[in-house]
């Protein structure tokens, strides 16, 4: 479903910025029996990404309404909002003859995500690495040709995600996820200062944390201090908090850790 200034649109134009540019933003939000979670957390979300794009708002009272209509209403659900900017002349001048244009669409829950959750994905380390963009870092942008380019990696094997270092060889994230260890009881997590997406659920794991009093540490870091962990997991909107079972041929248990934080979003 499409809609502009508040009028449902049956296509979105050649010279929408998003199609031409990747110009606008995009956020995707669990649903349970058709229950939209975390809502205001998204719309925070995207409007910190709005602003940065210098990006109108839309109606978020409309959004919510349009997701709700489309939801599917099955245990567990997926909802996707894309904002473009709109559409516009030709070249890069953010001015535009109409918009923003807003996109919503509904998926199935990924069934492996079930699995993935109680016993733990596989990630290999990616070739395809990210560059440093403070500017735009942290926001989910519409723009995610890395991200693509990781996943044709991992396509072409068995594992089930990909860890993605930045130029500088400091992790920053998965593929998917954002990505959390614990080692002697402390958690660690990159920072997203110069690069990745700061997930809904990110935050919501570090706010877990707190409430569960285990410290919790971002910074740059190798990745010899992520394979020195004792036990590693990964968050998004959809998946939830999954353990990471092995990196290449390492295998790692699944800890305590993770399971407490799992337990404790569950119950919220």
Same mark, same amino acid.
């Given at each position: 479903?499409?809609?502009?200034?508040?009028?449902?649109?049956?296509? /979105?134009?050649?010279?929408?910025?998003?199609? &031409?540019?990747?110009?606008?933003?995009?956020?995707?939000?669990?649903?349970?029996?058709?229950?939209?979670?975390?809502?205001?957390?998204?719309?925070? !979300?995207?409007?910190?990404?709005?602003?940065?794009? &210098?990006?109108?708002?839309?109606?978020?009272?409309?959004?919510?309404?349009?997701?709700?209509? /489309?939801?599917?209403?099955?245990?567990?659900?997926?909802?996707?909002?894309?904002?473009?900017? #709109?559409?516009?002349?030709?070249?890069?001048?953010?001015?535009?003859?109409? #918009?923003?244009?807003?996109?919503?669409?509904?998926?199935?829950?990924?069934?492996?995500?079930?699995?993935?959750?109680?016993?733990?994905?596989?990630?290999?380390?990616?070739?395809? &690495?990210?560059?440093?963009?403070?500017?735009?870092?942290?926001?989910?942008?519409?723009?995610?040709?890395?991200?693509?380019?990781?996943?044709?990696?991992?396509?072409?094997?068995?594992?089930?995600?990909?860890?993605?270092?930045?130029?500088?060889?400091?992790?920053?994230?998965?593929?998917?996820?954002?990505?959390?260890?614990?080692?002697?009881?402390?958690?660690?997590?990159?920072?997203?200062?110069?690069?990745?997406?700061? #997930?809904?659920?990110?935050?919501?794991?570090?706010?877990?944390?707190?409430?569960?009093?285990?410290?919790?540490?971002?910074?740059?870091?190798?990745?010899?201090?992520?394979?020195?962990?004792?036990?590693?997991?990964?968050?998004?909107?959809?998946?939830?908090?999954?353990?990471?079972?092995?990196?290449?041929?390492?295998?790692?248990?699944?800890? !305590?850790?993770?399971? !407490?934080?799992?337990?404790?979003?569950? &119950?919220?």
């Amino acid at each position: 479903m499409f809609w502009r200034d508040g009028e449902i649109i049956e296509k /979105v134009s050649v010279s929408d910025r998003s199609f &031409q540019y990747g110009d606008g933003c995009f956020t995707t939000i669990l649903t349970k029996h058709g229950n939209i979670m975390l809502w205001q957390k998204h719309v925070a !979300r995207m409007n910190t990404a709005l602003k940065v794009l &210098q990006i109108p708002q839309p109606n978020w009272s409309v959004v919510h309404e349009q997701l709700t209509s /489309v939801a599917l209403t099955t245990p567990l659900a997926g909802l996707k909002i894309h904002v473009s900017r #709109g559409c516009g002349g030709r070249g890069y001048s953010p001015s535009v003859e109409s #918009g923003p244009i807003v996109t919503i669409s509904c998926f199935p829950y990924p069934p492996h995500y079930l699995s993935w959750r109680e016993e733990g994905l596989s990630l290999m380390l990616c070739k395809t &690495q990210l560059g440093l963009n403070p500017l735009l870092a942290g926001i989910k942008h519409n723009n995610r040709l890395e991200q693509i380019l990781m996943k044709a990696e991992i396509e072409q094997t068995r594992f089930d995600d990909g860890l993605a270092l930045d130029l500088n060889d400091n992790v920053v994230e998965t593929s998917m996820a954002n990505v959390f260890w614990v080692s002697e009881g402390k958690v660690y997590t990159p920072t997203l200062a110069n690069s990745g997406v700061a #997930g809904v659920m990110r935050a919501e794991v570090i706010e877990a944390l707190k409430h569960l009093q285990i410290k919790c540490y971002e910074d740059e870091y190798s990745l010899s201090a992520l394979l020195s962990a004792d036990e590693i997991f990964v968050s998004n909107c959809i998946l939830g908090v999954a353990p990471v079972k092995k990196i290449e041929e390492a295998a790692l248990p699944i800890g !305590r850790v993770t399971r !407490r934080i799992q337990e404790y979003l569950d &119950q919220c």
